[in-house]
């Protein structure tokens, strides 16, 4: 049987179990947001996201909502590439939208998301999932990552494949490999290039499921 979230709240066990979570009274009958954040530590593009996701929260309480996070997972294409964890980053794209339809669906309580996501598979995943579950939702992006520098060059991770090819071929020295290799990507965002991460935010911006700027705001942007 469908229910409304105001009537999934007013079920003894959810209210209780509500109630154990530290919602309180005075709470628990505002309008509850799912934040779904793919925040983790091994991605570069995802790992200043739990930052991002607090900036969220403190919105929502702003405006009279009740934020509840959960996490979803995040495969980085570029750590996975040339060895078997490739054969797991496009199977993670279904992953990720039936593990949020289910954990939105499943309690039921929300009236709205935000979903913070970035990466290849990962936005796309998130993008999904809105669409199945069809509550007012909106995107925030994780932006892309600054561009390296190696003397005058301006690097990014196609730096990296690019340095390989050429070490390996002798054009290079060692010393010169390892100093684009740790140079090409300096922080926190998505590879810097138009790749799927990047072209993605662009998308989801066009299609206004996300602020204005989002897509292009640097991940370390202090806006």
Same mark, same amino acid.
Request: charged residues 20%.
């Given at each position: ?42 991605? @570069? !593009?995802?790992?200043?996201? %739990?930052? *991002? /996701?607090? #900036?969220?929260?403190?919105?929502? &309480? ?84 600054? @561009? !390296?520098?190696?003397?005058? %060059?301006? *690097? /990014?991770? #196609?730096?990296?494949?690019?340095? &390989? ?59």
């Amino acid at each position: 049987m469908k229910m409304k979230a105001t009537e999934v709240k007013e079920l003894p066990a959810a209210r209780c179990l509500l109630y154990a979570d530290g919602i309180d009274e005075k709470d628990i009958d505002r309008p509850f947001i799912a934040v779904v954040n793919s925040f983790n530590e091994i991605n @570069p !593009g995802h790992i200043h996201l %739990q930052k *991002l /996701g607090q #900036k969220v929260k403190d919105g929502i &309480r702003a405006a009279g909502g009740v934020p509840l996070e959960f996490h979803t997972i995040a495969v980085c294409d570029g750590i996975a590439m040339g060895h078997e964890g490739m054969k797991y980053s496009l199977p993670s794209r279904e992953t990720i939208a039936d593990s949020i339809e289910e954990m939105i669906r499943g309690h039921g309580i929300f009236e709205g998301a935000v979903y913070i996501a970035s990466c290849d598979k990962n936005l796309p995943g998130h993008l999904k999932a809105s669409a199945r579950i069809n509550l007012p939702s909106i995107f925030v992006t994780g932006g892309p990552m600054m @561009p !390296g520098k190696y003397g005058s %060059q301006r *690097l /990014g991770v #196609k730096a990296a494949f690019e340095a &390989r090819s050429q070490y390996e071929r002798g054009r290079i020295t060692k010393e010169v490999y390892e100093e684009l290799i740790s140079n090409a990507c300096p922080g926190a965002g998505s590879c810097s290039g138009l790749y799927t991460a990047n072209s993605m935010a662009c998308v989801t911006e066009a299609l206004g499921l996300s602020l204005k700027m989002c897509a292009s705001t640097h991940a370390l942007d202090p806006a």
